[in-house]
């Protein structure tokens, strides 16, 4: 039963990839991402719909523009398939970990609850490549989390007679938001104010599923980030003083927290005997 909608909403995924893959290479430039419509960067002859199938095209193509054969990056696909697969994950695990009993309104409530975080997937999957390319993360992506998220999960919390869900949801949102406001003013060229407004996103997530989500996403950001930072100085691949963005770290250590959260929390306190 969890097999089948995972590969449906997989599918899904490789449609949203090809729509992230625009917004990663528009909003930075400050374009629209609804129109014009898409066309080759080199000799700009616009994409005919059969050669922007998702992953699929790419291939037929070989990688290549079919009207000058310039080479297409394979990041295209990459993003495409990498959604894909990260759709699928997220719907296994909401159907494994998210409780659901019978009635219209718990279903309703999944429902609204799987949108959530597949749209937290992919709101990660875009601003991780901007990070990664342009060392921001745009408010047109960042700031309609903060509704969206809210509204959802809000919604979903209240049609499964989950209410106290919104307690520690808020003060997730406002904690981490405070949090790395503080680091930002403290040490404004370690921490802008991008990763502070993506904070109280993250924080309105993991705040949602539980406390222990929040400690583990909020402290895995800084683990995760800090031993990647400690291989490329001992590697010689960057210095103290370069810059290396935060927001994919602070993405992946939430989805650490919202995947294994409880569990983790719970090995950690049970090697001091504190469970």
Known sequence: MILIPSVVFGGFGLLIGSFLNVLIFRIPAGRSFVSPPSSCG???????????????????????????????????????????????????????????????????????????????????????????????????????????????????????????????????????????LLMALLYPGGMGLGDVKLAGVLGLYLGWLGWDALAVGAFGAFLLGGLFSLVLILTRKANRDSGIPFGPWMLAGAWLGIFGGERIATGYLSIFGLT
């Open 42 to 180: 080199s000799c700009a002859a616009r994409i005919r719909p059969w050669d922007n199938i998702p992953v699929v095209s790419w291939l037929l193509l070989r990688g290549r523009c079919r009207d000058c054969a310039a080479p297409i990056s394979p990041r295209y696909p990459l993003v495409e398939l990498g959604t894909a697969i990260f759709f699928g994950i997220v719907t296994w695990w909401a159907l494994s970990e998210v409780p659901m009993a019978t009635g219209y309104r718990p279903v309703l409530a999944f429902g609204l609850t799987l949108i959530a975080f597949l749209y937290l997937a992919a709101v990660s999957v875009a601003l991780a490549m901007i990070d990664l390319d342009t060392h921001t993360l745009p408010n047109r992506i960042v700031l309609p989390a903060y509704i969206v998220g809210s509204a959802l999960l809000t919604s979903a919390a209240i049609l499964s007679d989950q209410s106290q869900r919104l307690i520690p949801a808020a003060a997730g949102c406002v904690v981490l938001f405070s949090l790395y």
